[in-house]
Nanobody, 124 residues
Framework: QVQLIESGGGLVQAGDSLRLSCVASGRALNIGVMAWFRQAPGKEREFVSG????????EYADSVKGRFRISRDIPKNAAYLQLNNVKADDAAVYYC?????????????????WGQGTQVTVSS
């Protein structure tokens, strides 16, 4: 089993930056991909970004390309999501997810491990 704990959410003004963190414990060495999803009220949970733990390969949703950056720290079993130039549409609960496969997949049901989520609120 893998446990994921997110942190770093909060209130941010439109145009500002925020950094989310996710730390894995348990069988963290089995993780192939760590990813970030988000879910706004009344909407489906959507893929934001993913990173392959082994070589740092990344994927981004079109809506965040050029603004968000995902990174990982292998010794810390951590993944980070840097949110830059935040927009009102970025407001959501952000979830960290992990899977053992090396493929960065976008459907949420491909990820067996999830954190509790961290809220990002954007003020204009």
């Amino acid at each position: 089993q893998v446990q994921l704990i997110e942190s770093g959410g909060g209130l941010v003004q439109a145009g500002d930056s925020l950094r989310l963190s996710c730390v894995a414990s348990g069988r963290a060495l089995n993780i192939g991909v760590m990813a970030w999803f988000r879910q706004a009220p009344g909407k489906e949970r959507e893929f934001v970004s993913g990173i392959r733990r082994r070589d740092g390969t990344t994927e981004y949703a079109d809506s965040v390309k050029g603004r968000f950056r995902i990174s990982r720290d292998i010794p810390k079993n951590a993944a980070y999501l840097q949110l830059n130039n935040v927009k009102a549409d970025d407001a959501a609960v952000y979830y960290c997810a992990a899977r053992e496969s090396l493929i960065i997949s976008t459907p949420p049901d491909q990820y067996p491990y999830w954190g509790q989520g961290t809220q990002v609120t954007v003020s204009s």
